[in-house]
């Protein structure tokens, strides 16, 4: 059975959206601006196209928006198991610059590039204290030494896919179009028609790339009501396999991703941002448990508006389900025009 959170590890959690969220007071103030551009920071799914949370809402013609957002991810498993080897143990930093221009008012393209660090990191001894600290499983993060870097996946004894230590560099490249299908008014929720292509620009035998073409398509729909704004989506992603997992067994194979988020004005400038995020296995051919359970994300933060449309925001997200998501991923972000 899936290691899930236990119930008081998830109101502990949710306590702290509760407050983070503005559970005490709420503010009209101009609108949303959210949600967070959350996407899996597991290291196999980076290579792949893995929509990020948006909103339901579009450039206007003519205009140019614009995302820096930067996430700082720990993570442990290690498993070795009939004749199968998972190993990810290691800290990775990955820079995201998002582009998103109008070409009608209902009408966009988008683009982003990643740019991604891998190292041993030093966040092992705060993480098994946080883990402590709420009764988390640790999983074996503190019986192993503190501070390693491993990113490994191999199958009776061949290697299939590695993330190489200590590299900087480039990671596949999505670009798309994004068609607001319903304008949301004061009945109808905002609907949202995205899809795009992943360029495969990532070095594939360092593990920033699958150097194949993805494909994927997706749906938002979002709705305000007062001070609150509750945005949900689903995508479905075709993705290629890399060469380095040919003849090991080991697969990829398409899946599909889920989120809802909700945001709540605390005062005219600042928003609470909560958020729940689904990510199917698209992994195949792994006989333990790393390699064949589903991702399920709680993310919670906030934003602050600093200009009419200019917004900087902060959250962290924990894994829901253990032996496969990340253990903790912090993000920093700015967002220009949105």
């Known amino acids: 059975m899936p290691r899930f ?4 590890h998830v109101a502990a959690l949710l306590l702290v959206a509760c407050f983070s969220a503005g559970c005490t007071s709420f503010g009209d103030g101009p609108g949303p ?4 551009p959350i996407r899996s920071a597991h290291p196999v799914t980076m290579t792949l196209l893995d929509f990020e949370v948006r909103s339901a809402r579009t450039q206007a013609a003519g205009e140019i928006g614009w995302d820096v957002s930067v996430d700082y991810t720990s993570m442990f498993q290690l498993r070795a198991e009939n004749g199968t080897t998972v190993s990810f143990d290691g800290e990775w930093t990955r820079v995201e610059f998002d582009l998103r221009f109008g070409i009608t008012d209902r009408l966009e393209v988008f683009a982003a590039v990643p740019i991604l660090y ?7 001894a705060t993480i098994e204290g946080y883990h402590d600290l709420f009764d988390f499983n640790q999983d074996g993060r503190d019986e192993n030494p503190r501070d390693q870097f491993a990113a490994e996946i ?9 993330l190489e230590e200590d590299r900087l560099g480039f990671g596949d490249v999505p670009v798309g179009l994004a068609f607001a299908a319903v304008r949301e008014d004061d009945v109808a929720p905002g609907v949202l028609l995205r899809g795009a292509v992943e360029i495969p620009v990532g070095r594939e035998s360092a593990g920033f790339g699958n150097g194949e073409l993805d494909v ?3 749906v938002v729909v979002e709705k305000t009501l007062g001070p609150i704004t509750a ?6 992603a075709w993705v290629g396999r890399p060469r380095s997992m040919d003849g090991t067994g080991v697969d990829l194979e398409d899946f599909g991703a889920a989120f809802a988020h909700v945001e709540v004005g605390i005062t005219d400038a600042l928003r609470g941002l909560v958020g729940l995020d689904y990510t199917g296995q698209s992994l195949r051919g792994l006989d333990v448990r790393e390699g064949t ?4 994300m709680l993310s919670i933060g906030g934003a602050l508006r600093i200009g009419e449309r200019t917004a900087v925001r902060f959250d962290f997200t924990e894994d829901l389900i253990g032996d496969v998501s990340p253990d903790f991923t912090a993000r920093l972000g700015i967002s220009v025009g949105f």
Request: aromatic share 8%; charged share 20%; no cysteine.
């Open 5 to 8: 959170a236990r119930p008081r």
């Open 33 to 36: 601006v959210g949600p967070a």
């Open 118 to 124: 891998t190292s041993s990191g030093f966040l092992d």
């Open 154 to 162: 191999s199958k009776n004894g061949t290697v299939a896919w590695r």
């Open 216 to 218: 994927g398509i997706g």
């Open 231 to 236: 945005t949900l989506g689903g995508d479905w």
């Open 293 to 296: 359970r589903d991702q399920l």
